[in-house]
């Protein structure tokens, strides 16, 4: 280890109890980070829902409902996260390491519901954590409101649970139990736990119904059962199941015009004991307030509810005043409306991270007919896949955040690399470990699928045309960028003299504070990497040669497998037009540059790792992918990178259609800022007909004839992520020394915020982020809580205010616009001057030939009449001779 680390070295072995002292930093890092990301709310799928990182262990989750009439009970009692059923929920503050707080705004249920997770570090088995629930009715609510709360809790796999004093209950035939509920368990990788669920604040309801006696409500019920493993993530039906068998019970006792009260109905029986499903139930009369308390019997004490409390406090001050230091706010967002709303787009970011353990669907029959060579191939495909059974395979465990909570909880390989952009800057480590999650997922052959449906109960959220994953499809690959990232990080890092920063950081950062488990990190990921890239490269290779293409390279062009008529889902801009119909001697632009950003990336690693012979190679590559971008799909008619085909002549020719796919060169940081053909691409982000909006930049053109056509998908609506890309290299244009700065700082400064203000506006009016927005009134719509990519405004909002810089070009920059245009004028009058001579030329030749006619009708004429002359005095000849022949015969 290098002296200069020597400090940083010394105080992270303090932090870390020594762990540094190995000899092998990575594994002694990631045995000390992982005991602060082993527990979380891993279940994102839930309103609340927690689990460890360990494959088949411990878990629980919530459940709550109004019990005031007989007939809502059933759709109104929350568990699962669904789209458009709440007024709005999700993090304020939360970080993976320490904890947050949930809100929930439920009006169909008349209350707001906060839960708050905290994490106690300690012991051998990751530590210790306690979640508060508290519901807060409404102002519209009745005043005696009346919540049915359930928590549960659920062990997959080998060990054991039970609770505790249940021979108590059974003897002394208790209906409930009186005071607080105690659990106690044992597993492999937790060791012996106890779960404490407090009797908790509240009132409870009290009537004067017979039935009473028999649940009284103001006690806890709790329900022990075993069932099978694979049915254990549907808790929603066993409950359900449990609580008819219970109004079946109580129901026939009383008469019908007296049954009893529904918070009384919709109870669960009262059966402690062992099992491996425990489902706890309280019954509240307005606000309430309960805590479920997980300790660890390998840490130091036992928690309690005030240590709880004391903590929430100081894990909510101290999320507060690091966010700020991470993602300070910079003009014109330092109002501190932004603050709340920032804070909350980047918690449900991080809050999102779940641990998904299951099998998955897959399509390893490699037909023929997948690797779409022959016109009509995507029939072809379509027949392939409809008689190619799909296997499951697996388990296998993956640790990433997620698009959407409601509607897309699962891993999406390209939205994860734009998801830890932000999370890199807050917890480096935490990225680290989950684009190694990621990369554990990759095949011998260097596949990573890009959707992960693991498990029955992520599938349960999943059409079944859209479950299986193919061998030969690949997704954009934005892992990359992430590591690029780090690369930054520490560049940075050995170039800062002080190392009190990081020394404050140290449980974030450790790999970035130890530069020899930093490259340990990289060289063992490096295979891996190299894997999936010569990977991308073999299975979306393009056809050049058989086309006659001319080209720098006859290699360096790419298309993208699993093509449609409407579609190329694989590339993530899913309906975007493209060429029609489909071609096998088709090439992708966008593919290209995402080859590109790859393999500039990829080559830097190479560089940090010594591996001089792999940075030759790529080098060679990166080379050959600029030279072949301008020569495949630069038109030079239209201005614009285009996607290219072949016509019915097997010619190539480019299919231009302005919008996101032109700006993918652009976008990758694949053009050179001195590049004259960057103010063509400057035109067409900066003009209103075309992709310019007040909200944002259009994904398609609105003078293309597939505007908002169609699915509507990527045909026009705004996109964070591209618009995210956008902004970078806008930024980096502006800092350069190319004439476009001035320009390009301009773009950057009103898009930058165009785009914040937009999503602003959208969550300040529905509580939610969007996954895209409406070009013409700037409106969230599709999936709702989509807080993946949509969070990037959080990294946006941190970006440098160039407006001071901006300032004294915008002149010059209305200047050169007015001059552009008044060349345009002299342009379009010299235009109409061509046009018109060319018009009266037209018109002389046309009054030349009318002329040429009149005369050749003219000489017709003569000689019709010379003829008839002739004729006439051939007939006089004849009637002479005629007269004479008479006259010799008399």
Same mark, same amino acid.
């Given at each position: 280890?290098?002296?200069?680390?020597?400090?940083?070295?010394?105080?992270?072995?303090?932090?870390?109890?020594?762990?540094? *002292?190995?000899?092998?930093?990575?594994?002694?890092? %990631?045995?000390?980070?992982? *005991?602060?990301?082993?527990?979380?709310?891993?279940?994102?799928?839930?309103?609340?829902?927690?689990?460890?990182?360990?494959?088949?262990?411990?878990?629980?989750?919530?459940?709550?409902?109004?019990?005031?009439?007989?007939?809502?009970?059933?759709?109104?009692? @929350?568990?699962?996260?669904?789209?458009?059923?709440?007024?709005?929920?999700?993090?304020?503050?939360?970080?993976?390491?320490?904890? !947050?707080?949930?809100?929930?705004?439920?009006?169909?249920?008349?209350?707001?519901? =906060?839960?708050?997770?905290?994490?106690?570090?300690?012991?051998?088995?990751?530590?210790?954590?306690?979640?508060?629930? @508290?519901?807060?009715?409404?102002?519209?609510?009745?005043?005696?409101?009346?919540?049915?709360?359930?928590?549960?809790?659920?062990?997959?796999?080998?060990?054991?649970?039970?609770?505790? !004093?249940?021979?108590?209950?059974?003897?002394?035939?208790?209906?409930?139990?009186?005071?607080?509920?105690?659990?106690?368990?044992?597993?492999?990788?937790?060791?012996?736990?106890?779960?404490?669920?407090?009797?908790?604040?509240?009132?409870?309801?009290?009537?004067?119904?017979?039935?009473?006696?028999?649940?009284?409500?103001?006690?806890?019920?709790?329900?022990? =059962?075993?069932?099978?493993?694979?049915?254990?993530?549907?808790?929603? !039906?066993?409950?359900?199941?449990?609580?008819?068998?219970?109004?079946?019970?109580? /129901?026939?006792?009383?008469?019908?015009?007296?049954?009893?009260?529904?918070?009384?109905?919709?109870?669960?029986?009262?059966?402690? &004991?062992?099992?491996?499903?425990?489902? $706890?139930?309280?019954?509240?009369?307005?606000?309430?307030?309960?805590?479920?308390?997980?300790?660890?019997?390998?840490?130091?004490?036992?928690?309690?509810?005030?240590?709880?409390?004391?903590? $929430?406090?100081?894990?909510?001050?101290?999320?507060?005043?690091?966010?700020?230091?991470?993602?300070?706010?910079?003009?014109?967002?330092?109002?501190?409306?932004?603050?709340?709303?920032?804070?909350?787009?980047?918690?449900?970011?991080?809050?999102?991270? !779940?641990?998904?353990?299951?099998?998955?669907?897959?399509?390893?029959?490699?037909?023929?007919?997948?690797?779409?060579?022959?016109?009509?191939?995507?029939?072809?495909? +379509?027949?392939?896949?409809?008689?190619?059974?799909?296997?499951?395979? &697996?388990?296998?465990?993956?640790?990433?955040?997620?698009?959407? @909570?409601?509607?897309?909880?699962?891993?999406?390989?390209?939205?994860?690399?734009?998801?830890?952009?932000?999370?890199?800057?807050?917890?480096?480590?935490?990225?680290?470990?989950?684009?190694?999650?990621?990369?554990?997922?990759?095949?011998?052959?260097?596949?990573?699928?890009?959707?992960?449906?693991?498990?029955?109960?992520?599938?349960?959220?999943?059409?079944?045309?859209?479950?299986?994953?193919?061998?030969?499809?690949?997704?954009?690959?934005?892992?990359? /960028?992430?590591?690029?990232?780090?690369?930054?990080?520490?560049? *940075?890092?050995?170039?800062?003299?002080?190392?009190?920063?990081?020394?404050? #950081?140290?449980?974030?950062?450790?790999?970035?504070?130890?530069?020899?488990?930093?490259?340990?990190?990289?060289?063992?990921?490096?295979?891996?990497?190299?894997?999936?890239?010569?990977?991308?490269?073999?299975?979306?290779?393009?056809?050049?040669?058989?086309?006659?293409?001319? *080209?720098?390279?006859?290699? %360096?062009?790419?298309?993208? @497998?699993?093509?449609?008529?409407?579609?190329?889902?694989?590339?993530?801009?899913?309906?975007?037009?493209?060429?029609?119909?489909?071609?096998?001697?088709?090439?992708?632009?966008?593919?290209?540059?995402?080859?590109?950003? /790859?393999?500039?990336?990829?080559?830097?690693?190479?560089?940090?790792?010594?591996?001089?012979?792999?940075?030759?190679?790529?080098?060679?590559?990166?080379?050959?992918?600029?030279?072949?971008?301008?020569?495949?799909?630069?038109?030079?008619?239209?201005?614009?990178?285009?996607?290219?085909?072949?016509?019915?002549? #097997?010619?190539?020719?480019?299919?231009?259609?302005?919008?996101?796919?032109?700006?993918?060169?652009?976008?990758?940081?694949?053009?050179?800022?001195?590049?004259?053909?960057?103010?063509?691409?400057?035109?067409?982000?900066?003009?209103?007909?075309?992709?310019?909006?007040?909200?944002?930049?259009?994904?398609?053109?609105?003078?293309?004839?597939?505007?908002?056509?169609?699915?509507?998908?990527?045909?026009?609506?705004?996109?964070?992520?591209?618009?995210?890309?956008?902004?970078?290299?806008?930024?980096?244009?502006?800092?350069?020394?190319?004439?476009?700065?001035?320009?390009? +700082?301009?773009?950057?400064? %009103?898009?930058?915020?165009?785009?914040?203000?937009?999503?602003?506006?959208?969550?300040?009016?529905?509580?939610?982020?969007?996954?895209?927005?409406?070009?013409?009134?700037?409106?969230?719509?599709?999936?709702?809580?989509?807080?993946?990519?949509?969070?990037?405004?959080?990294?946006? /909002?941190?970006?440098?205010?160039?407006?001071? %810089?901006?300032?004294?070009?915008?002149?010059?920059?209305?200047?050169?616009?007015?001059?552009?245009?008044?060349?345009?004028?002299?342009?379009?009058?010299?235009?109409?001057?061509?046009?018109?001579?060319?018009?009266?030329?037209?018109?002389?030749?046309?009054?030349?030939?009318?002329?040429?006619?009149?005369?050749?009708?003219?000489?017709?004429?003569?000689?019709?009449?010379?003829?008839?002359?002739?004729?006439?005095?051939?007939?006089?000849?004849?009637?002479?001779?005629?007269?004479?022949?008479?006259?010799?015969?008399?």
């Amino acid at each position: 280890m290098a002296p200069s680390n020597a400090v940083t070295w010394g105080l992270l072995a303090l932090s870390a109890q020594s762990a540094f *002292a190995s000899a092998h930093p990575v594994a002694d890092i %990631e045995k000390a980070s992982n *005991a602060s990301l082993l527990w979380g709310p891993y279940r994102p799928n839930l309103y609340f829902g927690v689990r460890p990182r360990i494959p088949k262990s411990l878990m629980g989750g919530l459940f709550w409902t109004r019990v005031e009439d007989y007939t809502s009970v059933q759709n109104n009692f @929350r568990h699962t996260c669904e789209q458009h059923e709440l007024d709005g929920y999700g993090w304020d503050e939360y970080d993976v390491r320490t904890g !947050g707080r949930q809100t929930i705004h439920d009006p169909a249920n008349g209350i707001d519901v =906060t839960t708050e997770f905290i994490k106690f570090p300690g012991g051998e088995h990751g530590g210790s954590w306690g979640a508060r629930i @508290r519901g807060t009715p409404r102002e519209d609510a009745s005043p005696d409101l009346r919540t049915t709360v359930v928590w549960y809790h659920a062990l997959e796999g080998v060990g054991s649970l039970l609770v505790e !004093g249940a021979y108590v209950d059974a003897e002394e035939h208790n209906p409930g139990r009186q005071g607080d509920v105690f659990l106690r368990g044992r597993t492999l990788e937790l060791g012996d736990f106890r779960v404490r669920i407090t009797e908790g604040k509240g009132d409870h309801p009290t009537t004067q119904h017979p039935s009473y006696d028999e649940k009284p409500l103001d006690r806890t019920f709790v329900l022990s =059962t075993q069932v099978p493993d694979e049915a254990l993530w549907q808790i929603k !039906g066993i409950l359900f199941q449990n609580m008819r068998q219970e109004i079946d019970k109580l /129901m026939p006792k009383y008469p019908e015009d007296n049954p009893p009260p529904p918070a009384q109905i919709y109870t669960i029986e009262h059966n402690p &004991g062992s099992g491996n499903v425990h489902i $706890i139930q309280k019954v509240f009369e307005g606000p309430f307030e309960f805590d479920i308390i997980f300790s660890s019997m390998s840490a130091p004490k036992q928690i309690t509810s005030e240590d709880l409390t004391t903590q $929430i406090k100081s894990v909510t001050t101290g999320f507060s005043s690091r966010f700020i230091d991470i993602f300070r706010p910079q003009t014109p967002f330092v109002n501190g409306r932004y603050e709340e709303f920032a804070k909350s787009l980047f918690s449900n970011l991080i809050g999102g991270i !779940g641990y998904f353990y299951g099998d998955s669907r897959v399509d390893r029959s490699y037909d023929p007919a997948y690797e779409e060579d022959s016109e009509g191939f995507w029939e072809e495909a +379509a027949e392939a896949r409809a008689r190619n059974a799909a296997q499951f395979e &697996g388990p296998a465990e993956l640790f990433t955040s997620i698009p959407s @909570r409601p509607f897309f909880p699962r891993g999406f390989l390209w939205d994860e690399g734009f998801h830890l952009l932000p999370v890199i800057d807050w917890d480096v480590d935490l990225t680290l470990d989950i684009i190694k999650s990621w990369f554990h997922l990759e095949d011998e052959d260097g596949w990573i699928g890009r959707e992960q449906i693991l498990g029955a109960e992520a599938r349960s959220k999943v059409p079944p045309e859209f479950q299986v994953q193919y061998p030969h499809y690949a997704n954009p690959p934005t892992l990359f /960028m992430v590591l690029t990232t780090f690369l930054d990080k520490l560049d *940075a890092v050995s170039q800062d003299s002080s190392s009190e920063t990081l020394l404050k #950081e140290k449980s974030y950062q450790m790999l970035l504070s130890n530069r020899e488990a930093a490259l340990q990190y990289l060289r063992t990921l490096y295979p891996l990497l190299t894997r999936q890239y010569f990977w991308f490269r073999r299975t979306q290779a393009g056809d050049i040669k058989s086309y006659d293409r001319d *080209a720098f390279s006859s290699k %360096e062009g790419y298309r993208w @497998r699993g093509r449609t008529p409407d579609h190329i889902l694989t590339s993530g801009l899913d309906d975007y037009p493209r060429a029609q119909p489909p071609h096998p001697g088709e090439l992708h632009v966008d593919l290209l540059s995402w080859v590109g950003m /790859m393999t500039r990336a990829i080559k830097r690693i190479a560089l940090y790792l010594d591996e001089t012979e792999d940075v030759a190679e790529f080098t060679k590559y990166e080379t050959a992918i600029l030279r072949n971008l301008d020569d495949l799909h630069w038109s030079t008619k239209d201005k614009m990178y285009c996607d290219a085909t072949i016509d019915e002549f #097997e010619e190539h020719v480019l299919v231009c259609h302005k919008g996101y796919i032109s700006l993918f060169p652009f976008l990758t940081g694949l053009m050179d800022a001195k590049d004259d053909k960057v103010g063509d691409v400057l035109d067409l982000i900066a003009d209103p007909e075309q992709l310019w909006s007040e909200y944002g930049l259009r994904s398609l053109s609105k003078g293309s004839e597939f505007y908002h056509t169609g699915e509507d998908y990527w045909r026009g609506p705004i996109w964070v992520n591209i618009n995210y890309l956008a902004l970078v290299q806008l930024l980096n244009l502006a800092q350069s020394s190319s004439t476009h700065a001035p320009r390009a +700082a301009k773009l950057y400064t %009103e898009l930058r915020r165009n785009l914040v203000n937009t999503v602003y506006e959208s969550w300040r009016e529905t509580g939610f982020a969007w996954e895209q927005y409406n070009p013409e009134t700037g409106k969230g719509q599709r999936t709702q809580h989509f807080t993946g990519w949509t969070s990037l405004v959080v990294k946006v /909002m941190s970006m440098p205010d160039l407006e001071g %810089e901006v300032g004294d070009t915008v002149v010059k920059e209305e200047k050169r616009v007015e001059k552009k245009v008044e060349q345009k004028k002299e342009e379009k009058k010299e235009e109409k001057k061509e046009k018109d001579e060319e018009e009266e030329k037209k018109q002389e030749k046309k009054h030349q030939k009318k002329q040429e006619k009149k005369q050749e009708k003219k000489q017709e004429k003569k000689q019709e009449k010379k003829q008839e002359k002739k004729q006439e005095k051939k007939q006089e000849k004849k009637q002479e001779e005629e007269k004479e022949r008479e006259k010799d015969e008399l």
